[in-house]
């Protein structure tokens, strides 16, 4: 198609130590990949290939899985936290109201992110907001346990996570939201709400 994409590449150590993370890896990208809106990143595809490392007596193969998505030129929101602290009140406002269209959004395709943070929210020059790095997003009622059957993993950003998606429980619409204020105290004061540890 002669454009730019990016890559997200499942890990391969990943697959090595949970069977279920591919399939839950592929089920994460076709939720994303559902989602069609101007502030969201859009999922093209999710596949696998086979790559060759090495070369010779030493050349190995390993399956690798990805999905691609839309390249969005710009900055996150983290990097600018970085270089100025606090965002002036008109930027942070801009943010947010994409963002909430983006969650809006998300909410209605049964879709929820699970990873919303200042360094998954990009800011192109000419201004646009898109949530990015839909990577742990998970069709609702899709929840997976883990390996004995007991809870659910815990994935997400400890700084911003819900309560209840801290304790492995089921999320909801309402962490992200919880996360997006999280973000939204960490735009106007410079910090994060909580230190993640």
Known sequence: MDRSVAL?????????????????????ARAAGRLSHPNIVGVHDVGETTITTGSGAEASTEQIHY???EF?????????????????????????????????????????????KPENIMVSP????????LGLAQQVGS???DADGKGRKVMGTPMYMSPEQARG????????????????????????PFSGV
């Not at 090595?16 to 089920?27: C, P, S």
């Not at 429980?169 to 994060?192: E, N, R, W």
């Open 72 to 116: 969005v030129e710009g900055d996150t929101v983290k990097d600018e936290l970085a270089r100025v602290g606090a965002l002036r009140l008109p930027q942070v406002e801009h943010i947010m109201l994409a963002m909430v269209e983006a969650l809006v959004y998300a909410e209605s395709q049964g879709v929820v992110h699970r990873d919303i």
């Open 169 to 192: 429980l089921a999320v909801s619409y309402a962490s992200d939201q919880y996360s997006l204020g999280a973000t939204l105290y960490h735009m106007l004061t410079g910090q994060a």
């Open 126 to 133: 000419n201004g646009e907001v898109k949530l990015a790095d």
């Open 8 to 28: 997200k590449v499942l890990a391969p150590r990943l697959m090595k130590r949970e069977l279920d993370f591919v399939q839950r890896f592929v089920e994460e």
């Open 143 to 145: 929840e997976h346990p």
């Open 67 to 69: 999905f691609s998505m």
